[in-house]
């Protein structure tokens, strides 16, 4: 289940999806047993480490979007001073401004 998350993710969200399904994979694993002596340790071990790694392909998937972002942006106010255009205050403080807002939201 930890594959069909669709990262990044707040990692509020990814947190309290590790706890749904670390609950439901605790109860198959306890009704598959059913009756047999169950060391579940192994099992919480394994849960951990694949948290972990969710978490770690979720922060490097947030630097992935925000460093794309943050070049998006670059290359327009790049842009933006290469034109000469006599409001180019104006379109510098409405590019910067919707930078800053998408960049707030997006990361």
């Not at 990044?8 to 598959?32: C, F, G, I, N, W």
């Not at 947030?62 to 972002?69: R, V």
Request: aromatic residues 8%.
């Amino acid at each position: 289940k930890a594959r069909a998350l669709t990262l990044p993710m707040e990692e509020q969200a990814l947190t309290a999806a590790h706890h749904v399904y670390s609950k439901d994979a605790m109860k198959a694993y306890l009704r598959q047993k059913f009756g047999r002596s169950s060391d579940t340790k192994t099992l919480e071990v394994r849960i951990q480490q694949v948290y972990e790694w969710v978490l770690d392909r979720n922060r490097l998937s947030s630097k992935d979007t925000c460093e794309g972002l943050h070049m998006r942006c670059s290359d327009i106010m790049d842009m933006l001073q290469l034109m000469s255009l006599p409001s180019m205050m104006r379109f510098d403080n409405l590019y910067k401004n919707r930078c800053n807002r998408t960049f707030e939201t997006e990361c």
